[in-house]
């Protein structure tokens, strides 16, 4: 299995802040695929970023999401207050499909 | 609008079965693969499996021994039934639509004796 791990467990800021998360694979996720989800309590979660780098549609464009080999990064440019949830990574390139620990950024 | 409507919360006993429905209110509901997520509480995200617009299936590990997905063109329903049920299984289990764009509301299985 793939395993995601993702960095840091809990991203302590403040709104206005850029925030970075990390999901790193351990090997290679076939074909990019690796997607973002945003989770807030009590709501499934909303995909934000599929393919790597792509904004799922109604993602605002302070989301972005980068590749560099088996390492993932999820940037928000700047926080708005609804932006404070956890953050999952994802990679369905290869069964069984795994899903990263969470990231929950907090204020 | 497009949605997806998961059936309500059950509560069961280990050893026990459940069976659980992810309605489609569209009619490109043949076209796409959905797949079955599930959160135990204060947990993230398992990846259970998924079935394809054909209905093959692909199960993670984990759960093949014990899970069957299943889906019903007339009815745009794909189904979830999970056998051999544990405190362990207590969880949210989410359907979702391909790559995860759209949703189900969520519905809680919990196991007690």
């Known amino acids: 299995d793939i395993v995601l791990t993702q960095s840091p467990a809990t991203l302590s800021l403040s709104p206005g802040d850029r925030a970075t998360l990390s999901c790193r694979a351990s090997?290679?996720?076939?074909?990019?695929?690796l997607s973002w989800f945003q989770q807030k309590p009590g709501q499934p979660p909303r995909l934000l970023i599929y393919g790597a780098s792509s904004r799922a549609t109604g993602t605002p464009d302070r989301f972005s999401g980068s590749e560099s080999g088996t390492d993932f990064t999820l940037t928000i440019s700047r926080l708005e207050p609804e932006d404070f949830a956890v953050y999952y990574c994802?990679?369905?390139?290869?069964?069984?499909?795994?899903f990263g620990g969470g990231t929950k950024v907090e204020i | 609008q497009v949605q997806l409507l998961q059936s309500g919360a059950e509560v069961k006993k280990p050893g026990a079965s459940v069976m659980l429905s992810c309605t489609a209110s569209e009619y490109t509901f043949n076209t796409y693969y959905f797949h079955w997520v599930r959160q135990a509480p204060g947990q993230g995200l398992e990846w259970m499996g998924m079935i394809s617009p054909s209905g093959g299936t692909g199960y993670a590990p984990k759960f093949r021994a014990r899970v069957t997905m299943t889906r019903d063109t007339s009815t745009t329903t794909v189904y979830m039934e999970l056998n051999s049920l544990t405190v362990e299984d207590t969880a949210v289990y989410y359907c979702a639509r391909a790559l995860g764009d759209l949703w189900g509301q969520g519905a809680l299985v919990t196991v007690s004796s």
């Open positions: 994802h990679q369905y390139g290869t069964i069984p499909f795994t």
């Open positions: 090997q290679s996720v076939t074909k990019s695929f």
